[in-house]
C-alpha cells in the first residue's frame, strides 16, 4: 500500500526566500507523480506532472524533481510571493490497481510580506 | 480556465435529505473519475473510482449505498449523499483524468456539504 509523507509538515517564510518541499513514497511503482496547490476551502490546482521516466519538470517559478528508485520528489519555489501561501501536496499515480493518485498530508506554506 | 466544473460549490441541508453533486469534464473525454472526501486541515482520502458505464469502485469502508455514483456519460459524474447526516458534513472533490496513464488529474473546485 502506498504511503506518502510531506515534510515539512508548514513552512513560513519572508518573502523572496527560494524553497524546497519534501516529498517521499513508499511503493517506486508509478506511472506519474503531480504535484498541487490547495487555497484553503477550494479544490486542487494542478501545478506539476512529472512522468516516471523524467527527472525533473519545470514551470515558471516551480521546478519539481523526481528520483524514482529512492521514493522521494521535491517541489522548489523561487523567489517567493506572497499569493504562493497555500498547501501543497503531492501524489504518485500507481501502477496497480486503478491508477490511482495517493495523497500526502500537504505542506502549508505562509510566505509572509 | 477550469477543466472540471462540480456543482454546488455549497450545500445545507437537513438531516435524512439526499444531496446529489455533479462533476463535469468541461474539454475532454473523462473514461474515468474520482470521488474524494477531505476534512478540516486533512488531506484527500479517495472514496470511489468511476468508470463511464459501469459500476464504481468503492474503497474499503466507504458504504456504496449511502454514496451512489452513477458516471453516466464521459463527461459526467455525479455522486448522491443519501439519506445525510451530521457525520457526512465535508468537503467533496472530484477529479477526472483522460483515458491514458500519463496524462494528469484534474480536479474540480469542491463542494462543502453540511448537515444540520
Known amino acids: 500500500k502506498q504511503e506518502v509523507t510531506q515534510i515539512p509538515a508548514a513552512l513560513s517564510v519572508p518573502e523572496g526566500e527560494n524553497l524546497v518541499l519534501n516529498c517521499s513514497f513508499t511503493?517506486?511503482?508509478?506511472?506519474?507523480l503531480q504535484w498541487f496547490r490547495q487555497d484553503p476551502g477550494k479544490g486542487l490546482t494542478s501545478l506539476l506532472l512529472?512522468?516516471?521516466?523524467?527527472r525533473e519538470q519545470t514551470s515558471g517559478r516551480l521546478n519539481a524533481s523526481l528520483d524514482k528508485s529512492s521514493g522521494r520528489s521535491t517541489l522548489y519555489i523561487a523567489a517567493s510571493q506572497p499569493g504562493d501561501s497555500a498547501t501543497y501536496l503531492c501524489?504518485?499515480?500507481?501502477?496497480?490497481?486503478?491508477?490511482?493518485?495517493?495523497f500526502g498530508q500537504g505542506t502549508r506554506l505562509t510566505i509572509n510580506p | 480556465g477550469a477543466v472540471v466544473s462540480q456543482h454546488p460549490s455549497w450545500v445545507i441541508c437537513k438531516s435524512g435529505t439526499s444531496v446529489k453533486i455533479e462533476c463535469r469534464s468541461l474539454?475532454?473525454?473523462?473514461?474515468?473519475m474520482f470521488w474524494y472526501r477531505q476534512f478540516p486541515k486533512q488531506s484527500l482520502m479517495l472514496m470511489a473510482t468511476s468508470n463511464e458505464g459501469s459500476k464504481a469502485t468503492y474503497e474499503q469502508g466507504v458504504e456504496k449505498d449511502k454514496f451512489l455514483i452513477n458516471h453516466a456519460s464521459l463527461t459526467l459524474s455525479t455522486l448522491t449523499v443519501t439519506s445525510a447526516h451530521p457525520e457526512d458534513s465535508s468537503f467533496y472533490i472530484c477529479?477526472?483524468?483522460?483515458?491514458?496513464?500519463?496524462?494528469?488529474?484534474?480536479f474540480g473546485d469542491g463542494t462543502r456539504l453540511s448537515i444540520l
Open positions: 512529472i512522468q516516471s521516466s523524467q
Open positions: 477529479s477526472a483524468v483522460r483515458d491514458s496513464s500519463n496524462q494528469p488529474q484534474h
Open positions: 501524489a504518485p499515480r500507481g501502477i496497480q490497481g486503478a491508477q490511482k493518485l495517493v
Open positions: 511503493d517506486s511503482a508509478i506511472y506519474n
Open positions: 474539454d475532454f473525454q473523462a473514461t474515468t
